[in-house]
T-cell receptor, first 115, second 113 residues
Framework: DAGVIQSPRHEVTEMGQEVTLRCKPISGHDYLFWYRQTMMRGLELLIYFNNNVPIDDSGMPEDRFSAKMPNASFSTLKIQPSEPRDSAVYFC?????????????FGNGTRLTVT | QQQVKQSPQSLIVQKGGISIINCAYENTAFDYFPWYQQFPGKGPALLIAIRPDVSEKKEGRFTISFNKSAKQFSLHIMDSQPGDSATYFCAASMYEGFQKLVFGTGTRLLVSP
């Protein structure tokens, strides 16, 4: 298995532009998570899906952020309009089941820089 | 109450030494405590995990010690190697039901040759 695949690896954009981050989870994993990592706040859970349905989006910072999972093999995180404070590394992770011992499998992240 | 506090923020250990990273939690409902390891440019990966029914779990050179009464747990890396240089995150969640890990802020470990 290729693992969780994220694209792009790096994104540099100007303030006000729309940014779309993409994720392909591991096949067969029913749970998909979007995390944001910054030096100040560490790893923050933004939203997670179960069987393509958003379950908890309480971590989404504001309405500028939206996430979708149109099918079991693809998810997007969109920021519109982007702001410099959105600069961070965004990780997608998937997990096979809902028990606490289910390991999170992270992608290699998308480093977003908003100028 | 959802926080997991991790220390130290950074750590330098000589090759062959013992690395110790500590975490503390408040939520007594937490009953699953994993550690994740992250190398530069990569996502975190599960390293080792423990449940509170045991006080210690060992996998190779990595050991988790758990103190339920103090609500603390720690990662010990024995015979630390330069290849262990990475950022380590402790985390906590509830074992049953939907997983929602709460991560510590991370410890950057550097093992000097």
């Amino acid at each position: 298995d290729a693992g969780v695949i994220q694209s792009p690896r790096h994104e540099v954009t100007e303030m006000g532009q729309e940014v779309t981050l993409r994720c392909k989870p591991i096949s067969g994993h029913d749970y998909l998570f979007w995390y944001r990592q910054t030096m100040m706040r560490g790893l923050e859970l933004l939203i997670y899906f179960n069987n393509n349905v958003p379950i908890d989006d309480s971590g989404m910072p504001e309405d500028r952020f939206s996430a979708k999972m149109p099918n079991a093999s693809f998810s997007t995180l969109k920021i519109q309009p982007s702001e410099p404070r959105d600069s961070a590394v965004y990780f997608c992770a998937s997990s096979p089941w809902d028990r606490g011992n289910s390991p999170l499998h992270f992608g290699n992240g998308t480093r977003l820089t908003v100028t | 109450q959802q926080q997991v506090k991790q220390s130290p923020q950074s750590l330098i250990v000589q090759k062959g030494g013992i690395s110790i990273i500590n975490c503390a939690y408040e939520n007594t409902a937490f009953d699953y405590f994993p550690w994740y390891q992250q190398f530069p440019g990569k996502g975190p990966a599960l390293l080792i995990a423990i449940r509170p029914d045991v006080s210690e779990k060992k996998e190779g050179r990595f050991t988790i010690s758990f103190n339920k009464s103090a609500k603390q747990f720690s990662l010990h890396i024995m015979d630390s190697q330069p290849g262990d240089s990475a950022t380590y995150f402790c985390a906590a969640s509830m074992y049953e039901g939907f997983q929602k890990l709460v991560f510590g802020t991370g410890t950057r470990l550097l093992v000097s040759p």
